[in-house]
């Protein structure tokens, strides 16, 4: 289920395909993700927005894939307002989870890029 605002903001079916881009791309099969409980990396939190903010990763090898999520109240339920993955390599130290911007569900394919340089640049370390 997703918020309403989902619908309405910049964050439509076409830039969700675009988020999970990268793992066809690369050939990542998210699927064994879905028998591992995450692995939250920072608190959940409401933002200043009221959105609820999930960070976190799923312990899969030989990539480790990161998550960060915002959800939205509406009708009782939390909805999704915005969403951000990617995958690193797994025991290369820990990488905070993927940034979701605070104040927009927006995810371009740019931020993709710089989020990946991010993530190389860490594995370095």
């Known amino acids: 289920m997703r918020a309403p605002s989902f619908d309405a903001s910049d964050m439509n079916q076409a830039k969700l395909t675009a988020v999970f881009a990268n793992f066809r791309a ?13 692995n ?18 799923f312990p899969t090898r030989p990539l480790q894939i990161q998550f960060a999520f915002l959800l939205q109240q509406q009708g009782g339920a939390w ?8 995958a ?3 025991g290369e130290g820990q990488v905070s ?12 394919a740019e931020d993709q890029r710089k989020l990946k340089k991010k993530t190389e640049a860490a594995a370095q370390r």
């Open 26 to 38: 690369r050939g990542i099969d998210l699927s064994p993700a879905l028998m591992l409980l995450p």
């Open 40 to 57: 939250l990396t920072k608190p959940v939190e409401i933002t200043p927005q009221g959105q609820l903010r999930v960070e976190g990763n």
């Open 79 to 86: 909805r999704l307002d915005g969403v951000a993955v990617d």
């Open 88 to 90: 690193i390599p797994a």
């Open 97 to 108: 989870a993927v940034p979701v911007p605070a104040m927009s569900a927006t995810v371009a």
